[in-house]
C-alpha cells in the first residue's frame, strides 16, 4: 500500500471519530480565550496517539503546540476552534436558538481544527511506517475570530523554526487560497470627561462622548483620503448612562484595515492624530486601547500549486440527496441575490470557462482551478502573520451551500451537519498529502521557502503588537 493510499484509508477510516470530536465541539461552542472544551478535547485525543502537548503558546491559556518526531523538516498544521459570541443555533433550516445569547460556531471552526488533528494522524502513521524523516506539529490557536491568537503566538516565536505551514478554512467551494488578505489593526479609543449635570451646569462638564463623536467625524473625512481597497468600520461600546448626565467616559472600538501591512500602519498614525484632535477639542483626555494587528497574508505558488493538486488527487468529495435537500431549504432563507452573488464572484475567482457546476447546485464538490490574478479576500486573518515567517499554504472546502452569508445562524447549522464533516474530511486528506509530499521532496521545500524569501522583499516580521 502507498503513503498516500495509506493516509486516505486512515483519515476514511476516522470518519466517525473526527465527526463526533467535530460535533462535540460544535455542541460546546465557547468564545475567543475561553476555549477550554474544544482545546482539551483535541490535546487529549493528540497526546493518546503520542504527540507531546506542550501548553500555553503566546501566554493564552487555550493555546497549546502538539509534536511528534524529531529532526527537519518541520512541518506546521495551523487549528483553531473558537466560536462567535450570540451565534447560537440548532442544526435545523429555520432560526432555532439552543441558548438565547449564547455563542455558536458561525465560522465553522468545530470543524477547521479537528480537519488539522486528523491530516497529522494520518501523516504520523504514514512516517511511522515508511521511516520518513521529520518533525510533525499541530497548533493549537484560540481567538482567531479576534484576530490575536496566531499574533500572540508568532510574537513568542513558536513558528520560527517552522519550514512551512499548512491549513485551511470551511468554505462553499474547493479552492486553494492562492490570494492575499487585508492587514488590519483592532483597537480602542477611551475617552475621559468631566461629568456634571447635563442641564444646570453643562459648563462644568467635559463629555467624553463628545470626544468620541468629534474622532468618529475625523474618521469620516479620512475615508476619502485612503485608497479604495482601505477599509474602516467602528462600534460605539460606551456612550454614558444618561442624558441629563455629562458622560465622563466613552469608548469607540475600530478596525482599519488595508491590502499590506506597511498601508495600515501609515494610516494608524494617522487615526492617533484624529484622536489627539478630538480630545483637544471636546477638552478631554483619551488613551488608545490596542487590541490586535495582523498581516495581509504573503501567497506561495509552490504551495498553493502543491495543495491544488492534492485536491484533486482525492476528489472524492460527494454528498446525498438528503444533504442537498436541507441546503437547499437553508439556502431559501438567504438574503436576496445571496447566491447569485456568490456564483459571480467563482466566475471572477478562476479561469474563464471553468467553473463546471451550476448555480442551481446548493452544495460544490469540484475543485476549482487557480486564476493567476486572484482576488484579495476581504476580511483579515491572523494566518497572515505566519506568512510572513513561514511559506503558507491554505485551501477550502464545501462545508455549506453556496452563498452561505458569513457569520450566520446558517453557517453554525451547516457546520454542525454532515455537510461540515464531508468537507472536513475531504481537506483532512488534502493537507495529509501535502505535508507527505514536502517531507519527502527537500526540494520542492526549498523552492517553497526561495519564493518566500523573495515575495518578502528582504523585509522581517515584526508583530503589530506592543512589546510584551
Known amino acids: ?26 455542541d460546546h461552542p465557547q468564545i475567543a480565550l475561553q476555549e477550554t472544551y474544544a482545546s482539551e478535547l483535541q490535546a487529549k ?21 502538539a509534536t511528534w518526531g524529531s529532526g527537519g523538516p518541520i512541518i506546521g498544521y495551523l487549528g483553531e476552534y473558537d466560536a462567535l459570541p450570540g451565534l447560537s443555533q440548532t442544526v435545523s433550516a429555520e432560526k432555532e436558538v439552543i441558548e438565547p445569547g449564547g455563542p455558536g460556531h458561525g465560522c465553522g471552526h468545530n470543524l477547521y481544527g479537528t480537519a488539522c488533528m486528523g491530516s497529522v494522524m494520518a501523516l504520523k502513521r504514514a512516517m511511522e511506517r515508511d521511516g520518513i524523516a521529520g518533525t510533525i506539529r499541530y497548533y493549537g490557536c484560540p481567538a482567531e475570530e479576534q484576530v490575536v491568537g496566531k499574533v500572540l503566538m508568532a510574537r513568542a516565536g513558536v513558528f520560527d523554526d517552522l519550514d512551512t505551514a499548512i491549513t485551511w478554512h470551511p468554505g ?44 468618529d467625524v475625523g474618521m469620516n473625512y479620512l475615508r476619502e483620503h485612503v485608497i479604495s481597497e482601505a477599509r474602516i468600520h467602528s462600534v460605539v461600546t460606551s456612550g454614558g448612562e444618561a442624558p441629563n448626565v455629562v458622560p465622563a467616559f466613552a469608548q469607540v472600538w475600530y478596525y482599519i484595515r488595508s491590502p499590506k501591512r506597511s498601508e495600515v500602519d501609515e494610516m494608524y498614525e494617522r487615526v492617533l492624530d484624529i484622536a489627539r484632535g478630538a480630545a483637544l477639542m471636546s477638552g478631554t483626555t483619551h488613551e488608545i486601547e490596542f487590541i490586535a494587528g495582523c498581516y495581509d497574508v504573503l501567497p506561495n505558488d509552490t504551495l498553493s500549486d502543491l495543495m491544488l493538486a492534492k485536491m484533486q488527487v482525492v476528489n472524492d468529495l460527494a454528498f446525498t440527496a438528503d444533504e442537498r435537500r436541507f441546503a437547499r431549504q437553508l439556502q431559501a432563507t438567504f438574503p436576496e441575490n445571496a447566491v447569485q452573488m456568490a456564483y459571480e464572484r467563482m466566475e471572477k475567482s478562476t479561469e474563464r470557462n471553468s467553473i463546471e457546476e451550476s448555480i442551481e447546485n446548493p452544495l ?8 493567476d490574478t486572484p482576488p ?8 497572515g502573520d505566519v506568512s510572513w515567517i513561514t511559506p503558507t499554504g491554505q485551501i477550502t472546502t464545501c462545508c455549506w451551500p453556496l452563498g452561505t452569508p458569513a457569520h450566520s445562524w446558517q453557517m453554525v447549522a451547516s457546520s454542525g451537519s454532515s455537510i461540515g464533516n464531508r468537507g472536513m474530511l475531504f481537506a483532512a486528506k488534502a493537507m495529509a498529502l501535502t505535508g507527505l509530499d514536502l517531507l519527502r521532496n527537500p ?26
Do not use: C
Open 1 to 26: 500500500m502507498s503513503s498516500e493510499k495509506l493516509i486516505i484509508d486512515y483519515v476514511n477510516d476516522q470518519d466517525d471519530s473526527l465527526s463526533r470530536i467535530a460535533k462535540d465541539i460544535w
Open 45 to 65: 485525543e493528540l497526546e493518546a496517539d503520542g504527540f507531546s502537548i506542550e501548553w500555553g503558546a503566546g501566554g493564552m491559556d487555550t493555546a497549546f503546540i
Open 172 to 215: 462553499s467551494t474547493n479552492l486553494v487560497w492562492n490570494g492575499s488578505s487585508l492587514a488590519l489593526n483592532s483597537f480602542k479609543v477611551n475617552f475621559h470627561g468631566v461629568a456634571s449635570h447635563a442641564a444646570a451646569a453643562p459648563y462644568l462638564g467635559r463629555s467624553a462622548l463628545d470626544g468620541v463623536m468629534l474622532m
Open 364 to 371: 460544490w464538490t469540484q475543485v476549482l482551478p487557480h486564476n
Open 376 to 383: 484579495g479576500v476581504e476580511g483579515s486573518t491572523d494566518v
Open 443 to 468: 526540494d520542492l521545500l526549498a523552492r517553497a521557502n526561495e519564493e518566500f524569501y523573495e515575495a518578502r522583499g528582504g523585509a522581517t516580521y515584526k508583530s503589530a503588537l506592543p512589546d510584551a
